[in-house]
């Protein structure tokens, strides 16, 4: 049905948007790092300045929220849902904004017990860490289908 | 300057015509009038004399320029007009249709301009009764030099005396840390 | 006479809305019916005016030694600064001008006019008597007698009144005896200030500060007022004190007609080496209905108690300090009207964490326990403290990546439970390899759990012990097309995954349960290697999970359009651990089926739907639905569908919780706008809650009336109420909400519940 094995004909991130710079309030977070590690695996060679980068990725802090999906009978919280989401864009060498503003987001469920607050704050420390790389990994995609589309376009 | 009165004027021109009864002498093509620093260049001059003494000078040219050093300290004055006229013993000037008077790089133009030198006054307007082009003055800005030297008068001044609602602001302002700090903020762990 | 091209000139630069175009009619515009359109808005503003030559026209003029006068509709400009008037005096030496009559000073931002005025050019500083004023950006507009600017661009109005109405409307005004407005600060101070609406004085205040952009909340707060079934009427008179840039205080007394008075403050400080504090609480005294309530409860003070830290301190040292402590446990139901969410919550969160953010290594110190907010639930474990280490992965592809982890966590509790001190510990590698059309990344690792527990009758042995290996598998392949949506081409992928888990089985019946518990099955539980949150198990597993994703990406822009994703896990062996020792091992050899979907086909429309399917019982476990569409023009739909039968909580008699949701913000006619939302439980077929409300937002005021309904957490013992049982009554109540834009506001308690119901609503300040 057409169908090909990726890289034999699909979307590969041409050589000129394999060199970024990182441009994060806090290079050190968890989230920064994913981020650095997702595009690593994905073949991006993160330059330690920004003048030896063909582009930069300015990425703004994650935003966490969590809020009631439904309720028992006891009118407590049954479920929750939890939204993450981070608002990046990419700029070229003179700074000029080749990827506006795009806000990628991730949302997740998840069943509460009132009678077991500490088991399910480490069960939302999990989700929060798999978020983190599901949001990390949706921004990769998005710039490197970006990058594709924009070499063809 | 104050002393081109007594100096000798040399005029150039390609013809020149005395008329000694109406006592005036009417130069023609490519004037030039020098005395002291006293400068003209005009396409058509007449100097109207009484006895041997120029008492007043009319100048035409597209435009006619005369050029003038007021004062030793100051800097060369540069007027231009269509028509200048010249009245020796007032010491006035009067230039008419795109007039303009230029000194120390400030402009002024107008329809006419009426420059009294030892009064230093340069009145620019209309002409009479219609309402013409308007008047156009520009002054320079101080040269940056200038603003430095005035800057370092006003900050001796200042200095003296301490600015009271200077808040020394060490740190970063509240909101744009803050709306950073509320992103960070936001996780809430438990229930 | 100064005409500007759109149309005739306005004295105030107010241009009507039809005139005004597209690009530039905001929100806001719409509600005015117009707007300022400031000519000078794009002028360079690099050319300052004390370096830039004056060019001055007039009908007439005479030039002397120093002065130069000018007379007949006099204009000058300098640099980005525009001045007119009837007659000017600008004196060369002293770099002055003194205007008279009909006076107009432009800068960017700015339209100054008055009858007399004086200005240095050098430093701008100027003053005009008798002047009208429009700050463009500020949407503001005023007169003064006298007008003065100093050195560093502030004005100070004296015996002036603003407003941030249109031209001629003065639904409100405020006048004082004296304004500074800092534009640059954005903060704007009046003295011996008086509001008066639609002309009458409502309101003194010898001092007031108010913000002159959005950086800043400040200012007067109109006072907000509401009742609720909870303690009548309710009305508080936030008081805000801009003390510094990076300090600020927040007071509101709070009258409640059922219970007192009760004082409310918020305090917030900035500053690099100690990062962003908030420190907040709120007092009563003697709640009178508390103590018809509960008459035997020693004191009947109520109060709270929150402490918020953030820190980041060069980019190592990262603190966070939630801490919040109510005087019992019905505080949050009875006393906080601004969030259903924290209303209904069981716990409160009391942590202070420190990590440090190491190159290889990640440290992380926490402190936390819960104050449980419910008198049938005990206080869950503390962890005063748990240390973390953990080696940060790097993740780069063909190269062996450890895995080490040690964690030292001590539990203790109010109540008769077993407490003590546990020692986790994780060593091993992982090898990930990624291909463009592929992965495969092995995994394996040893975990060694220990305890060193205090007496209780239960566990006998002090010290158990667990250590167990585990191997996992994780592989995939990434296949696309080309394909069609529509009339667009996009990209199809087509992701198969192979997750292959092994886990060592060892009995863990002697060890206690601190914090851990079974995890939510969703379609990341496929790919996860423990089925439990916390350390307190290490999972037996023998599994594995095949996943199937497929997104249509377009080619156009890289924007995901649609993904979906189906899997299962197929165990080779029954799971024996359990959190509890007498639960029997879980042998069914599949797993729910389970799938996500999101489907995005333009800016404004999203939906999300996630599915757990039980193949044996042919039912469903969990599945909820959420689509939202937002047209513009501040239009939100959201519907909503969630269905859970509850298998992983304490109790599972529960019946499965099935509730949809709807909610909307709906602008009507230019300055009507009605908003609603209803969570409505399906097997009770009854609300559970339901709000609604309307608002008139005109050009300056806006005036919010909120209704809701709820029901409240009933915790009488023994009664296991569902949504459809008669006696539970609702609880009502009504907010009033009155924002004066431009002075600032304050997500306060209608916004707090819009937020709260209403998915993607967002209240602008301004």
């Known amino acids: 049905c057409g169908f090909q094995l990726r890289g034999t004909g699909g979307v590969a991130v041409s050589e000129e948007w394999r060199s970024m710079y990182l441009v994060t309030s806090n290079p050190n977070s968890e989230f920064s790092r994913e981020i650095r590690a997702r595009f690593a695996a994905n073949g991006i060679q993160w330059a330690e300045q920004e003048e030896d980068a063909n582009y930069q990725v300015v990425l703004g802090p994650e935003h966490f929220n969590q809020r009631n999906l439904s309720l028992n009978s006891e009118a407590r919280a049954a479920e929750f849902e939890l939204t993450m989401s981070a608002t990046f864009s990419v700029r070229d060498k003179q700074n000029k904004l080749v990827m506006p503003d795009t806000t990628a987001n991730v949302l997740k469920q998840m069943e509460n017990d009132p009678r077991n607050v500490v088991g399910k704050a480490e069960e939302i420390r999990i989700l929060k860490s798999e978020m983190r790389a599901e949001l990390a990994q949706q921004i990769m995609r998005r710039i490197a289908f970006f990058a594709a589309a924009s070499r063809d376009g | 300057l104050p002393g081109d009165k007594e100096l000798p004027i040399r005029i150039e021109a390609d013809s020149a015509l005395r008329d000694e009864n109406k006592g005036i002498t009417q130069y023609e093509g490519n004037v030039k009038l020098d005395q002291g620093s006293l400068h003209i260049e005009a396409d058509r001059l007449i100097i109207q004399h009484q006895a041997d003494d120029a008492r007043k000078i009319e100048a035409y040219g597209r435009p006619a320029i005369m050029r003038q050093q007021p004062d030793v300290d100051k800097g060369v004055i540069t007027a231009r007009g269509l028509t200048i006229e010249y009245f020796r013993e007032e010491e006035r000037v009067l230039l008419t249709d795109e007039a303009s008077v230029e000194q120390d790089g400030s402009i002024a133009r107008g329809d006419v301009i009426d420059y009294d030198i030892p009064n230093k006054l340069i009145q620019v307007g209309p002409k009479q009764g219609d309402n013409g082009s308007r008047v156009h003055v520009i002054i320079p800005a101080q040269t940056a030099q200038q603003v430095q030297d005035n800057q370092k008068q006003d900050k001796q001044a200042q200095d003296a005396a301490p600015d009271p609602n200077q808040v020394a602001d060490p740190n970063a302002p509240l909101p744009a840390a803050q709306a950073q700090a509320e992103a960070a903020d936001g996780a809430t762990e438990g229930q | ?766």
């Not at chain 3, 908030?278 to 109060?303: C, F, I, L």
């Open chain 3, 1 to 766: 006479q100064d005409s500007s091209e759109t149309g005739a000139s306005h004295p105030l630069d107010w241009v009507e809305l039809h005139d005004v175009p597209e690009a530039l009619r905001s929100q806001r515009c719409i509600s005015c019916e117009g707007r300022y359109i400031d000519p000078l808005a794009d002028a360079d503003r690099q050319s300052s005016p004390d370096l830039s030559d004056i060019d001055a026209r007039a009908t007439r003029s005479e030039l002397r030694e120093g002065i130069a006068e000018f007379y007949g509709g006099v204009e000058v400009t300098q640099g980005y600064r525009q001045l007119s008037a009837d007659s000017a005096t600008l004196d060369r030496e002293a770099r002055s001008a003194e205007l008279r009559g009909d006076i107009v000073l432009r800068e960017p931002g700015l339209l100054l006019r008055g009858d007399l005025a004086h200005i240095e050019s050098q430093s701008g500083e100027a003053d005009i008597s008798n002047s009208e004023f429009v700050l463009h950006e500020q949407h503001m507009h005023g007169t003064a007698d006298l007008l003065e600017r100093d050195e560093n661009g502030v004005l100070h109005v004296h015996q002036g009144v603003i407003t941030y109405c249109a031209p001629g409307e003065n639904d409100w005004l405020m006048r004082a005896r004296e304004m500074k407005l800092d534009v640059e600060e954005g903060l704007g101070t009046a003295y011996g200030a008086r509001i008066d609406v639609a002309g009458v004085p409502l309101f003194y205040t010898p001092w007031l500060q108010f913000p002159l952009d959005d950086r800043r909340r400040t200012g007067f707060l109109w006072p907000e007022f509401g009742s609720d079934t909870q303690g009548g009427v309710d009305i508080s008179a936030p008081f805000y004190f801009n003390l510094a840039p990076n300090y600020d205080l927040l007071y509101a007394p709070r009258f409640i007609e059922e219970r007192g008075l009760s004082h409310e403050a918020t305090a917030r400080f900035l500053h690099p080496s100690v990062g962003m504090w908030q420190v907040g609480g709120a007092y009563m005294s003697n709640d009178e209905r508390y103590k018809d309530d509960y008459p035997d409860e020693t004191s009947h003070d109520r109060w709270l108690a929150i402490v918020r830290q953030n820190g980041l301190f060069n980019q190592r040292w990262r603190s966070r300090v939630d801490y919040s402590e109510a005087s019992d446990v019905n505080y949050m139901k009875d006393l906080d009207s601004s969030s259903l969410d924290s209303r209904r919550r069981t716990a409160l969160l009391q942590l202070a964490s420190l990590d440090y953010l190491g190159d290889r290594w990640l440290a992380n110190l926490d402190v936390q326990q819960f104050q449980s907010l419910a008198d049938d639930i005990s206080n869950d474990y503390k962890k005063l403290p748990q240390f973390t280490l953990s080696y940060r992965q790097d993740g780069t592809p063909f190269e062996l990546d450890p895995i080490l982890l040690a964690q030292y966590s001590n539990f203790d509790s109010d109540d008769n439970r077993v407490t003590g001190s546990r020692l986790y510990s994780e060593a091993g590698a992982t090898y990930p390899m990624q291909w463009a059309y592929g992965f495969l990344t092995p995994t394996t690792k040893y975990r060694y759990l220990t305890y060193d527990l205090n007496d209780h009758p239960r566990y006998t042995d002090h010290n158990p012990e667990t250590g167990s290996a585990m191997a996992k598998l994780d592989g995939g392949l990434f296949f696309d097309r080309q394909t069609r949506f529509g009339e667009k081409s996009m990209l199809q992928t087509l992701e198969p995954r192979l997750f292959y888990l092994y886990s060592q089985y060892k009995e863990q019946v002697d060890q206690p349960d601190f914090d851990s518990a079974e995890l939510t099955f969703t379609y990341n539980q496929l790919f996860r290697e423990t089925r439990f949150s916390g350390r307190d198990r290490i999972d037996d597993a023998n599994q594995l999970s095949v996943g199937l994703t497929t997104r249509l990406i377009d080619e156009a822009d890289g924007r995901e359009k649609f993904n979906a994703s189906i899997g299962q896990i197929y165990y080779f062996r029954d799971r024996e651990v359990r959190l509890s020792p007498n639960d029997e091992p879980l042998d069914n050899s599949g797993s729910e089926v389970a799938g996500e979907l999101g489907f995005f086909p333009n800016p404004s429309m999203s939906l999300r739907t996630s599915l757990v399917w039980d193949p044996n019982t042919d039912k469903m476990n969990s599945g909820n639905f959420i689509a939202s569409y937002q047209p513009g023009g501040g239009r939100l739909f959201n519907l909503g569908y969630s269905y859970r039968r509850p298998l992983t909580t304490v109790n599972t008699t529960q019946p499965p919780t099935e509730q949809a949701h709807f909610s909307t913000y709906l602008p009507l006619a230019r300055n009507w706008r009605v908003f609603g939302a209803i969570n409505y439980s399906v097997e009770a077929n009854t609300s559970v809650e339901d709000m609604f409300g309307v608002e008139y937002d005109s050009c300056c005021y806006r005036v919010r009336l909120l209704h809701l309904r709820y029901y409240d957490t009933d915790t009488t013992p023994g009664r296991n109420p569902d949504f459809d049982d008669p006696q539970l009554e609702r609880e009502k109540s009504i907010q009033i909400q009155i924002v004066l834009k431009g002075m600032g506001g304050f997500g306060n308690r209608a916004s707090g519940i819009m937020r709260d119901m209403i998915r993607g609503f967002t209240d602008s300040e301004y």
